[in-house]
């Protein structure tokens, strides 16, 4: 299957600062990437999708000052948690599908804890 | 909007032999795929195998198989020969066929065990 790859991994930052997560597709043109938050033991709820290019479309409940995303490229989107809160801290996933679209391929996650 | 449901919220199986996890869905879409994907404990999401609604053979990837039922908007993957490394969390998922719409609608998720 196609390799999608997050960094950092994990990320500890204080409460007020920003932070940049970076997701890749390395084998595969992501013409649309997604961004996923999950909470422990829960299932992957959907904050935004992002075409190459254009701005993102966001779920409802999501806001979009805050979680900003950028999809410059088609192997690269990034999300920018802006004026992080504790209640931000989360484990975040995003996933690209290719030009065939058919199948969404995840990247390795990122745990961020905001203190 | 498109639901899914997973009613076991966890399940265990004896190594070696099979299991059956259950999905339903509920679309008024005729055309769509389906997807299990694994979550072990690295919290990696993996594709386990997916089903086009239009196809009415069963997919398999080796040990693993769907029980497709369209009518009954069911989706069942079925696990033989149960390995530890089958132990993780398992997630039904929905997405339309229709061009632009990739968006993936995810089931609870249902937590495998597997007993040595």
């Known amino acids: 299957g196609a390799v999608v790859s997050q960094h950092p991994s994990r990320v500890i930052c204080k409460s007020g600062t920003s932070v940049k997560i970076e997701c890749r597709s390395l084998?595969?043109?992501?013409?649309?990437m997604f961004w996923y938050r999950q909470f422990p033991k829960k299932s992957l709820m959907l904050m935004a999708t992002s075409n190459e290019g254009s701005k993102a479309t966001y779920e409802q409940g999501v806001e979009k000052d805050k979680f900003l995303i950028n999809h410059a490229s088609l192997t690269l989107s990034t999300l920018t948690v802006t004026s992080a809160h504790p209640e931000d801290s989360s484990f975040y996933i995003c996933?690209?599908?290719?030009?065939?679209?058919?199948?969404?391929?995840f990247g390795p996650g990122t745990r961020l804890l905001v203190l | 909007a498109q639901t899914v449901t997973q009613s076991q919220p966890e399940m265990s199986v004896q190594e070696a032999e099979t299991v059956t996890l259950s999905c339903t869905y509920d679309t008024s879409e005729s055309d769509y795929y389906l997807f299990w994907y694994k979550q072990p404990p690295s919290r990696q999401m993996i594709l386990v195998i997916r089903q086009e609604a239009y196809k009415q053979q069963n997919a398999t990837e080796n040990r693993f198989s769907v029980n497709f039922q369209k009518a009954a908007k069911s989706f069942s993957l079925k696990i033989s020969d149960s390995q530890l490394g089958d132990a993780a969390m398992y997630f039904c998922?929905?997405?339309?066929?229709?061009?632009?719409?990739?968006?993936?609608?995810f089931g609870t998720g249902t937590r495998l065990t597997i007993i040595p």
């Open positions: 996933s690209g599908v290719g030009e065939r679209k058919e199948t969404q391929y």
């Open positions: 084998d595969f043109q992501a013409t649309t």
């Open positions: 998922a929905y997405r339309s066929a229709d061009f632009g719409n990739e968006k993936l609608t």
